[in-house]
């Protein structure tokens, strides 16, 4: 399985934007689908975006849908995850992790629920 690593988070302020990355290991990195994923404190991990790499596809919750867009580098074997007009509820560890299945919502939701080998994640602190 694909190990993955994340980073690019900080401190910023409402309304400021980051870019975050999540670096694959492997080189047939291509052919997953790569989701993104935040836990704030006291709440449950949810997913909020996900690209399938070998074709493009992507997916954003309602949260995030027009200020967040995800992208891969095939050559960097690297997903980003723009963030622009940040809020303090955007405040959280983000990390990211393979869906057993295409990038829709349904398989994002179960990968946030089942998977055991998440990674330290990126703090992302959003101030207001």
């Known amino acids: 399985e694909v190990q993955l690593v994340e980073s690019g988070g900080g401190l910023v302020q409402a309304g400021g934007s980051l870019r975050l990355s999540c670096a694959a290991s492997?080189?047939?990195?291509?052919?997953?689908?790569i989701g993104w994923f935040r836990q704030a404190p006291g709440k449950e991990r949810e997913g909020i975006s996900c690209?399938?790499?070998?074709?493009?596809?992507?997916w954003y919750s309602d949260s995030v849908a027009g200020r967040f867009t995800i992208s891969s580098d095939f050559a960097k074997k690297t997903v980003y995850l723009q963030m622009n007009s940040l809020k303090p509820e955007d405040t959280a560890v983000y990390y990211c992790?393979?869906?057993?299945?295409?990038?829709?919502?349904?398989?994002?939701?179960?990968?946030?629920?089942?998977?055991?080998?998440w990674g330290q994640g990126t703090q992302v602190t959003v101030s207001s």
């Open positions: 992790a393979p869906l057993s299945g295409a990038c829709l919502f349904g398989y994002v939701a179960v990968t946030a629920y089942k998977y055991d080998r």
């Open positions: 492997r080189s047939s990195a291509d052919d997953y689908v």
């Open positions: 690209i399938s790499i070998s074709e493009g596809t992507t």
